[in-house]
T-cell receptor
Framework: GQQVMQIPQYQHVQEGEDFTTYCNSS?????IQWYKQRPGGHPVFLIQ?????EVKKQKRLTFQFGEAKKNSSLHITATQTTDVGTYFC???????????FGTGTRLTIIP | GAVVSQHPSWVICKSGTSVKIECRSL??????MFWYRQFPKQSLMLMAT?????????EQGVEKDKFLINHASLTLSTLTVTSAHPEDSSFYIC???????????FGDGTRLSIL
């Protein structure tokens, strides 16, 4: 079945440093979605990328969808304590019926 | 917009009890609802997909008789964990979606602890 892996599994950064998480799918995706889950909370939708090579920005967050539509990345510039949480990518299976979530990258910030 | 309400948020009960969790889409009609299970520090694992008015589709390895899902309307789906045991303790999260190309919106989740 479809597998979606993320690296790194954990990332500890000093506040103000940059952070990047990488997402790789075993199959080509029609789109890639990113979610953020704060400790003790539920996943919150961040963004969806559809086009090959697409890049989208949300303030300090930059999302990229690979040319082959099998990988994606999320880059956060100048991290803040509010960025703490686990970031999941998710890709739909054939037919867009359901999502396969990535393994997640847990970000902790050292003040 | 796109608010999903899930209740209860926390349940502690004795082994053998059945527990019902509700998932409601408050400001949109959810064609499809999804039920996930998440263990500590792990990713979300899809348990089942629920479409209004039809039987839920369960993922491989998920017991249909153990986890009963009912999607009675376009705004409500329920998950009943029947005869719960300690190994059923987990964080259960529902999500809801309108059309197939729309993102999923998640409820707050239910922390289930079986003693």
């Amino acid at each position: 079945g479809q597998q979606v892996m993320q690296i790194p599994q954990y990332q500890h950064v000093q506040e103000g440093e940059d952070f990047t998480t990488y997402c790789n799918s075993s199959t080509t995706l029609s789109n890639i979605q990113w979610y953020k889950q704060r400790p003790g909370g539920h996943p919150v939708f961040l963004i969806q990328l559809v086009k090959s090579g697409e890049v989208k920005k949300q303030k300090r967050l930059t999302f990229q969808f690979g040319e082959a539509k099998k990988n994606s990345s999320l880059h956060i510039t100048a991290t803040q304590t509010t960025d703490v949480g686990t970031y999941f990518c998710a890709g739909p299976n054939f037919g867009n019926e359901k999502l396969t979530f990535g393994t997640g990258t847990r970000l902790t910030i050292i003040p | 917009g796109a608010v999903v309400s899930q209740h209860p948020s926390w349940v502690i009960c004795k082994s053998g009890t059945s527990v019902k969790i509700e998932c409601r889409s408050l400001d949109f009609q959810a064609t499809t609802m999804f039920w996930y299970r998440q263990f500590p520090k792990q990713s979300l694992m899809l348990m089942a997909t629920s479409n209004e008015g039809s039987k839920a589709t369960y993922e491989q390895g998920v017991e249909k008789d153990k986890f009963l899902i009912n999607h009675a309307s376009l705004t409500l789906s329920t998950l009943t964990v029947t005869s719960a045991h300690p190994e059923d303790s987990s964080f259960y999260i529902c999500s809801a979606r309108g059309h197939s190309r729309e993102p999923q919106h998640f409820g707050d989740g239910t922390r289930l602890s079986i003693l």
